[in-house]
């Protein structure tokens, strides 16, 4: 049995007939089309069920919806006719075929059972694998004929080629935080030799974020896919990647952001499909007649997704041994530097009675790690000693080994994993996340300080996901700006981040149990409170020392009113236009009082 859907809009009166090359569907002749039914709950949907059991041997049924009308019957405008696979071996049930909208013909068929049918799982061949599929609505197969996508044209590969058994236990709507979460029930249990990982950005919700979260949710994604390649191997199984792809919603910078995280990817040492390249517009969308809707690819997409795997990737072998630590660079003092592949971390040894300093120029440690580490990049951490891991693989930044010391450094980039942190901002320089209920860390990847203050809209905002209260430094409480105060709006205080460094800060207190004083300077230029800023004062003095020059009256009015309003938002705006004064920590702008 055949659905047969459309969507039209009509007028009273009007309805819908089909007809089509077969004589269930009337041999093309109108008076013997099947008419279609609507209702109050599904219209502008129209359907009809046709029985095809009879319409012999071919591939192929051609057909066209007709509007019928009091005044005779006008014929879909189209440059052709629709087109459905014909196939009477299959399973019975009921498929149903989206036409779309009346009028607008797919490049490609989509059909499905009304009723869900697993995917058949093909017999494991003699010296065959199991290959589990673990994926989003693209790798179940959505919007391709019947489900079969590419893991299911794969699973047929792969079976003919080296005998594996494919399972595919992918799911609508995946994101690395569901997959994580359902990797012991789903994946473990399989036993599988093999695991392909097959997730997007569109899940995480790259599309429809605003632009100040489009760097988390790149950075939650990729670390997500890397906690679960870790989670692969951990089961002695191995992992390979599929690459993100397009989105009908995204825009120039979501496709840069595409690339950047497909490139990303190729250095990771995981085997990665790549799909990017065969279904890219140019511009982040489909390309042309490659997708059923916005976020799917159709029949067509699916089968270039097949065509860009390179099946000798799943050729039977034993999974690798990943050693304990690699030896990147050593010399004859005693300065050793290792490489963790399973933690990806550095370790570096110095048992010589010399200081070393590592340095970006340091061609021959440079040298090493570029071509024996496959370092993520970003900010490693031993302790409160911070370093830098650049695109390359390298070392960017200057470090101070002492003699006769040792110092492990993890890359921060797992926090980002939905199961250690949760991101509350994040753009591509300054990240704010939070690990447990109690501890934040704020993670600075440029080579200038950070002036965090509560007129950062975007952070302000973000921490209204943290507990309000009191956050210092625990290795530091007494430190001047490492104090962090949040409110019930959020970010309430100033708190500088160094150059390349992270700030962990753990709560201490509720703000009510934290006294303050105000300080309120007058005269020219905030000079009083420039002075207490450079003689090392935690602020705020707020927002008072976010300006340069304050005007008087503005001073008068707050305490006239008692200074009702001064955290309020809605009452601080700034002036974009007016740049007046740069500090090595970035643009300050004007403070205009509504």
């Not at 530097?337 to 971390?345: L, Q």
């Amino acid at each position: 049995m055949y659905r047969f859907l459309v969507r039209a809009n009509t007028q009273m009166g009007e309805s819908l007939a089909l007809v089509g090359n077969v004589s269930a569907l009337g041999m093309w002749e109108p008076r013997r089309a099947v008419v279609l039914q609507t209702d109050g709950g599904r219209y502008p949907q129209w359907w009809v069920d046709v029985d095809l059991s009879g319409v012999g041997d071919r591939e192929h049924i051609a057909y066209r919806y007709l509007r019928l009308s009091p005044g005779g019957q006008d014929w879909e405008p189209l440059p052709g006719d629709r087109t459905v696979p014909f196939d009477p071996s299959l399973p019975e049930g009921t498929i149903a075929v989206d036409g779309g909208w009346w009028g607008e013909v797919q490049p490609e068929p989509v059909g499905y059972y009304l009723e869900p049918m697993p995917h058949p799982v093909l017999p494991l061949g003699p010296g065959g694998q199991r290959v589990v599929v673990l994926g989003s609505s693209v790798a179940w197969g959505c919007n391709a004929w019947l489900l079969r996508g590419w893991a299911w044209h794969l699973s047929q590969v792969l079976q003919e080629r080296f005998g594996h058994q494919v399972i595919n236990v992918s799911a609508l709507g995946m994101n690395v935080a569901g997959a994580i979460a359902r990797f012991a029930e789903v994946v473990v249990p399989l036993n599988p030799d093999q695991v392909i990982i097959s997730l997007s950005l569109g899940n995480e919700g790259l599309a429809h974020c605003p632009p100040h979260q489009r760097r988390a949710v790149q950075r939650r994604f990729e670390s997500g896919l890397l906690q679960l390649a870790s989670m692969v191997e951990a089961i002695g199984a191995r992992p390979l990647l599929g690459s993100v792809y397009p989105h009908g919603h995204y825009t120039a910078e979501h496709q840069w952001l595409l690339w950047d995280t497909h490139q990303r990817m190729q250095r990771w040492g995981i085997p990665l499909l790549d799909w990017l390249s065969v279904l890219d517009s140019g511009q982040g969308t489909w390309g042309t007649g490659l997708s059923a809707d916005e976020g799917h690819p159709n029949n067509r997409g699916h089968r270039l997704m097949l065509a860009a795997i390179d099946v000798s990737l799943f050729a039977p072998k034993p999974p690798a041994a990943v050693p304990e630590e690699v030896v990147v660079f050593r010399d004859h003092e005693g300065f050793q530097v290792f490489f963790n592949p399973r933690e990806r971390a550095l370790r570096l040894v110095n048992d010589s009675p010399y200081a070393y300093t590592v340095t970006p120029s340091w061609e021959a440690l440079q040298l090493g790690l570029q071509q024996r580490a496959a370092l993520m990049p970003g900010i490693y951490r031993s302790g409160t000693t911070s370093l830098v891991v650049n695109e390359q693989g390298g070392i960017s930044s200057a470090l101070a080994v002492p003699p006769h010391s040792q110092q492990l450094f993890h890359s921060l980039f797992a926090l980002f994993a939905p199961s250690q942190g949760e991101v509350l901002f994040y753009d591509g320089n300054l990240g704010v996340v939070r690990e447990g209920e109690h501890t934040l860390h704020l993670l600075n990847e440029t080579e200038h300080e950070y002036n965090v203050h509560p007129m950062w809209r975007e952070v302000r905002a973000a921490l209204k996901g943290a507990i309000a209260g009191v956050y210092d430094d625990p290795h530091d409480p007494e430190a001047p700006f490492q104090t962090l105060l949040n409110g019930a709006q959020g970010l309430e205080s100033r708190v500088r981040v160094a150059a390349h460094s992270v700030l962990t800060l753990q709560y201490r207190c509720p703000l009510s149990d934290w006294h303050r004083v105000a300080l309120l300077p007058l005269g020219d230029r905030c000079a009083a409170r420039m002075l207490l800023y450079k003689l090392g004062y935690d602020g705020p003095a707020y927002p008072l020392d976010l300006t340069r020059s304050t005007l008087l009256s503005d001073v008068s009015d707050m305490i006239a009113h008692d200074f009702i309003g001064m955290w309020d938002p809605a009452l601080l705006r700034y002036s974009p236009g007016d740049r007046d004064f740069i500090t090595p920590s970035g643009p300050v702008y004007p403070l205009v009082m509504n």
